[in-house]
């Protein structure tokens, strides 16, 4: 049912526990940046509106200074940096598990400010980003969608409320991502299986996907032909219709028996991916929850026909809860089967089958050829990764974190996409403080990578 609302309240908060350089060497096609957006690499958690989790920037390399802490008292998995150029931190803070906006200053990583937010669900404010205007987009445990502005004045700088426009969801919902559209509108789905939209007056539009009773635990993606989300069930475009929201169509997906070890939730792990040679986003891609293994699914972004799917990985590794990596006509998914989370992760989300397992790790690259509507596996590796890969596209080279030794040794790791094989890593950290909890490594313009871990961001520089 689709209804209009005034401007009230919605539950939110941050992840407690998870969080001008050429384009590289091969350019290929990339969609037009999203004209709401900051610069694509660093204004959201996946580095664009297609949810890529590519970056135009190159790394710090084979031979980067030794890991730096960055002194912050909270986890912080969502690390973004804007048009001028400051770094913002959305953490969880470690006393009393409410998020915090932590503004960096790019050159010393020192914190410069620090904006106290309120504490809401457990999903929600990772999937924060920055807009065009350096402003971070969240909602909190106010209710409210925010702009937070930085400024500097002659002694210090701050951290304020820019704009504020309450969002309206029945009692128990709470928003879990939030988005720019190439439409001007803001768009937002939650975790009771919602989705809509603020208009640039600041209109609230919502609608309920399916025929109720599902969920979304990740994020959302855009492109100019509509915002792409995934539900626990089923993998929706959207584009907003005068005052409503319309389904430009729905493709339901295998979601197994239950959530595996490794997922945080009952159903595909995936944000929606768009990806393409011609244009940049003329695929979207998931990964499902099938058992024993786990399919990748391509679709056409027009109109959502199926363009191809192939299992993934191994049985003993077949599940992720991490965003595939996609570019031009090629996909990589990282194995997070029995990544063990802490309990309190998992609370919401169902007992897994099996109750256990160990986290087997390994990667897989897979290339779409969509004239013979085919997925072929190019490669698959054992690598353990720790964290959401990241492609640099400058550098040609895929950053992940690697996990030894049961937790021991974490290495910032980098692999060659074209045959998967390690070409060097770097050592981050030891013990269990040093977990990166599969959270995303943010790449600066200076090829500065901001890695969250649960003793807070790491840093890696050249």
Not at 72 to 91: E, F, H, K, R
Not at 270 to 290: C, K, L, M, Q
């Amino acid at each position: 049912m689709i209804r209009r609302t005034a401007p009230a309240t919605v539950l939110l908060a941050l992840v407690a526990l998870l969080a001008g350089p050429a384009v590289g060497p091969a350019a290929g096609a990339t969609m037009p940046p999203n004209p709401y957006a900051g610069p694509d690499g660093t204004w959201n958690m996946h580095g664009d509106a297609g949810a890529s989790d590519t970056t135009p920037f190159e790394g710090p390399g084979a031979d980067p200074s030794p890991a730096q802490p960055v002194p912050l008292p909270a986890v912080c998995p969502t690390i973004l940096s804007g048009a001028d150029g400051m770094v913002q931190a959305l953490c969880t803070e470690y006393i009393d598990r409410a998020p915090s906006l932590y503004l960096l200053d790019p050159s010393t990583l020192l914190p410069v400010a620090r904006r106290h937010l309120s504490a809401g669900s457990l999903l929600g404010g990772v999937y924060a980003y920055v807009d065009n205007e350096s402003r971070l987009v969240t909602v909190d445990g106010s209710g409210s969608l925010l702009w937070l502005a930085h400024s500097k004045s002659r002694f210090r700088w701050s951290i304020d409320v820019a704009r504020e426009v309450p969002l309206n969801m029945p009692n128990g919902d709470a928003v879990t991502t939030v988005g720019p559209g190439y439409d001007a509108n803001i768009w937002f789905a939650t975790a009771q299986g919602r989705a809509g939209y603020v208009t640039p007056e600041g209109d609230v539009v919502t609608a309920s996907l399916g025929t109720g009773g599902e969920k979304v635990a990740n994020s959302i993606s855009s492109a100019p032909s509509g915002v792409a989300v995934t539900t626990d069930h089923a993998t929706y475009l959207l584009r907003a219709d005068g005052d409503g929201v319309r389904t430009v169509w729905r493709q339901p997906y295998d979601r197994g028996e239950a959530r595996k070890p490794g997922q945080l939730s009952h159903g595909s792990g995936s944000t929606p991916t768009f990806f393409g040679e011609r244009t940049g986003a003329e695929f979207v891609v998931i990964t499902d929850n099938a058992s024993p293994r786990e399919n990748l699914l391509v679709y056409r972004a027009r109109d959502g026909r199926e363009v191809c799917r192939v299992p993934i990985l191994t049985e003993e590794s077949s599940g992720t809860e991490n965003s595939p990596v996609a570019w031009e006509n090629s996909v990589y998914i990282a194995s997070t089967y029995g990544y063990p989370y802490p309990a309190q992760a998992t609370e919401d989300a169902g007992e897994s089958v099996p109750a256990k397992a160990d986290f087997a790790g390994g990667m897989e690259r897979i290339d779409i050829d969509e004239r013979s509507g085919t997925c072929a596996s190019v490669w698959r590796n054992e690598v353990p990764s720790a964290a959401v890969p990241r492609l640099s596209r400058g550098e040609d080279v895929l950053y992940t974190v690697t996990r030894r030794g049961s937790g021991l040794t974490w290495r910032l790791a980098r692999i060659d996409p074209a045959d998967g094989e390690i070409l060097s890593e770097t050592f981050l950290g030891l013990g269990p403080l040093a977990n990166t909890l599969q959270m995303v490594g943010t790449i600066l313009p200076d090829g500065t990578l901001l890695q969250g871990t649960l003793a807070g961001p790491v840093a890696v520089r050249r």
